[in-house]
């Protein structure tokens, strides 16, 4: 069991990862940077969402599992699968050289800012209710 408070902490740090990825967005910074800062934003979130729902830190980084673990709290979550599943693939691709680099266009820049946005939006909206 974890510190039921700490749900914030992970939240925090989410912001921050979002604020980062909004910076990088405005200065032309590397797409597939400010995708992954999305997807940390939205890990981080759903971590703290879960921490929240249960007291518990849930292992793992893939936002599918993360997000379908949340619907079993409530059911809005179950919309966003697919988009959780969109931005799984910025998680490693992005950091690491490959042999086939993943391109990232611009339009992945903004689908994965509006994707982060959304569940962000979702879940303080649900602790807000609850508080």
């Not at 700490?6 to 921050?16: P, T």
């Not at 921490?51 to 993360?66: A, N």
């Not at 490959?98 to 979702?122: G, Y």
Request: charged content about 35%.
């Amino acid at each position: 069991m974890i510190d039921t408070i700490k749900y914030k902490e992970w939240l925090d740090m989410a912001k921050r990862d979002i604020k980062a990825a909004k910076i990088l967005y405005e200065y032309e910074g590397d797409k597939g940077i400010i995708c992954f800062h999305c997807q940390q934003a939205v890990e981080k979130y759903l971590k703290g969402y879960l921490i929240y729902k249960t007291g518990m830190l849930h292992e793992g980084h893939s936002l599918t599992k993360l997000c379908k673990k949340a619907s079993q709290f409530d059911d809005r979550f179950k919309s966003l699968i697919k988009d959780c599943a969109f931005l799984n693939q910025f998680y490693i691709e992005t950091r690491y050289p490959a042999e086939d680099p993943l391109i990232v266009e611009e339009e992945d820049v903004e689908e994965s800012m509006q994707i982060a946005e959304r569940i962000i939006k979702l879940i303080d909206s649900i602790i807000e209710e609850k508080s």
